[in-house]
């Protein structure tokens, strides 16, 4: 099983963002790649006509750059943080630091010359080309010089636990924020061996009769339910089952 194929991950290059998840897809997503946020409202005409030209902008980059779109009337926090007198405004998030944004409405020609200085990042370029050699060495280098570098990192440890050095994989991942990524390799490192074809029903079913008194039962059928993922139709029935027998 292979737990992460892009380093960009599965989220699409456009989506919303409120005050509760801004940290996990902003901030730390920016360690992977460029971040431009989107400060609008339902009531801001300019908004509307910026919104689709950045989105547009955006999708051209073929995943260089995302775009998270923030609601200001619904998420004060935000707003705050960026210290938000009018809108729309833009900015750019990279390594978790603002590098670039501007305020008010925007021709096409000022929003792709925006986008454009946020091309590929040098480092980023690299990563991803050791990713897809899979190459642990060189995924070792570059953590020699940069310890926390979470790209690196989330890759290495989805190679070590494909050869199975779960234990190295799980204190490597103890570097960085939980992320969607660091949770499935956590998962995959703590489950071991799985079923042919995925097939978890059977032990799904199995452990539901140990979680409320057995911590290790418990925690396996959470790292299962992490591997099956949330598109799998059976994940959101087992969640259900498991809350009945916890509580």
Known sequence: ???????????????????????????????RQAVVVDLWAPWCGPCKTLGPMLEEAVAATGGEVVLAKVNVDENPAISQMFQVQSIPAVYAIRDGQVVDGFVGAQGRTEIDAFIGRLGADPMAEMIQGLVERR????????????PSNEAAIIALADILVQRDAAEEALALL???????????????????????DDDFDQELTSLLNQVKVDDEARQRFVDILELMGPDDPRTAAYRKQLTARLF
């Open 1 to 31: 099983m292979k737990i992460v194929s892009e380093i960009s991950g599965s989220q699409g290059a456009v989506f919303d963002v409120s005050d509760a998840d801004f940290e996990s897809q902003v901030l730390e997503r920016s360690r």
């Open 135 to 146: 190459d642990e060495l060189g995924l070792r280098a570059v953590l020699e010089s940069d």
């Open 174 to 196: 103890e570097r960085i924020p939980e992320t969607d990524d660091a949770r499935r390799i956590k998962a995959a490192a703590r489950v071991g061996s799985v079923p042919p």
